[in-house]
């Protein structure tokens, strides 16, 4: 496992890794933590319409939720181990 710090993580997330299947761990707003197998760009279950602001700038990264079949955020600020591209990375501050 590799040890990363939030900033390159991000860029981890935002920039290295496209439309491949990745899996994320990070604490929800609730306290609960989620791992979440997910992927970005996904437009197959869009209903319209686009966010109101850039997501990345408020450190959310938006996914699709492959087991619940729906759209979510991470919110990078709490995100604790990336799995993806067969490397492990655990996130320090």
Known sequence: ???I???LAKELLVK???SEIFTATFIK???ELRTMNCRKHVKKHLAGGKLKYNAIERNLLPVFDMQKQAYRMINIETLQNIKARGKEYSITD
Do not use: A, C, P
């Open 16 to 18: 290295l890794i496209d």
């Open 1 to 3: 496992m590799l040890n």
């Open 29 to 31: 707003k609730s306290g």
């Open 5 to 7: 710090d939030r900033k």
